[in-house]
């Protein structure tokens, strides 16, 4: 499948996934569905000639849905009419905790064991087939856009990581933003390198496009400083020096963090940033650091590195000030994050940053950012690199099915007829 999607043309990856289905399991229908810019939707791309986008891609909303369910617990769902007809599998499009979408067809049969494992190899190949062919066409980008984005918008989103989350061995990552009515310049990145995993969070005053070039500076500079290795002091330097330089009348707020692989130790910046909130032990606590200036203020100034107490188990969550403004005062963050405590990362940033939504009645006077990072210490095995096979379940001897994110799912599907529960009732496996 991967030489066939290789071959074939870039917008017609999918056709190729469509017709090997087809041909091995009878499938009759074949669609992807990719998640939007803001992960409360999906969007079902067809095959190539079907997909047009001279208007804008139709949002199918998730909460609620079988949609939600699959992304949430990453887990396959299989669901019969019960009329005898078609049975409809909907799997994870996944790589590396990066929910892309979901892989959804529909068979003559209920599926068995051995076609359900070649279903998730299959949904888990799609996620590499995505990532291989998004540079070269708009079409993954279209279907992301529910809504159109504003130049200022287009420009923030280009300052996001490829990927909003990633796992590892010894952490899993997230983030989520949502700009405000008028883009605010909040920006989050994360890099994982061969001995460190670094993160930073940034808010650019301002709003609209002079914010967005403001953001555009400051990334830029910590992104160069990053590469070419250097530490966070001096990434820290080269952003505030770009800033002063370049754009004299502005400054960006940032964080900037720094976790060692190898032995956990962790350093940090805070350059006049909300504080960060630790979950620890089903307790939320407030980490407050030093503060120095944000990036651009005059005159010339220095940062300081600090290092921050990070154990096996804990949960970071970082935040901008969107995500307490007075608008979300009722809104009890640190209640949400104990309450959000045993949600993947993915899902906890994206129900943090939809109930500040919510508290806003859908308008927000700020971007809204958060980066939620669960650290399971330096001697977790808890993913393997070339599978992500779990290592704790992974000799067991029942059956399994490869899922996208890489863990292995018990097999023996149940299933539910549509229809005979009052809640239509849909099983994962």
Known sequence: MLEAAEAAPPVESLDVVARILRDRLGAVAVSF?????????????????????????????????????????????????????????????????????????????????????????????????VIANRPFTDLYQWGRRTLPLSLAAEIQHRLLPSSLACEAAQFAVAGALEPADHVGGDTFDYVLDRDTVQLSITDAMGHDVQAALLATLAVGALRRARRAGADLVEQARQADQATREHNPRGYVTGQLLRIDLRDGGTEFVNAGHPWPLRLRDGQVQQITPKVDLPFGVQPPHTYRLQS????????????????????????????????????????????????????????????????????????SSQRAADTGADLTTASAPSPSVPAPDGHRRPTNPKIYTVGRKAHGEISGI
């Open 308 to 379: 921050l107490d990070l154990r096996p188990g804990d949960r970071l969550v970082m935040l901008s000030d969107g995500m307490l403004e007075r608008s979300v005062e009722p809104l009890d963050l640190s209640d949400m994050i104990v309450h959000t405590r045993g949600l993947h990362p993915r899902e906890a940033a994206r129900t943090l940053i939809g109930a500040v939504v919510d508290a806003g009645q859908g308008h927000l006077k700020d971007d809204a950012t958060v980066i939620c990072l669960d650290w399971h210490g330096i001697g």
């Open 33 to 129: 569905l990719i998640t939007d810019f803001t992960g409360s939707s999906v969007v079902r791309l067809g095959t190539a000639g079907s997909v047009g986008t001279g208007e804008p891609a139709r949002r199918i909303p998730l909460a609620g849905s079988v949609y939600d369910d699959v992304i949430r617990t990453q887990r396959p769902t299989v669901e019969n009419d019960g009329q005898g007809a078609h049975t409809r599998v909907v799997a994870p499009v996944t790589n590396r905790g990066d929910a892309i979408g979901l892989l959804e067809l529909f068979l003559p049969a209920v599926p068995e064991a051995e076609e359900m494992r070649e279903i998730g190899e299959t949904a888990h190949a799609l996620a590499y087939i």
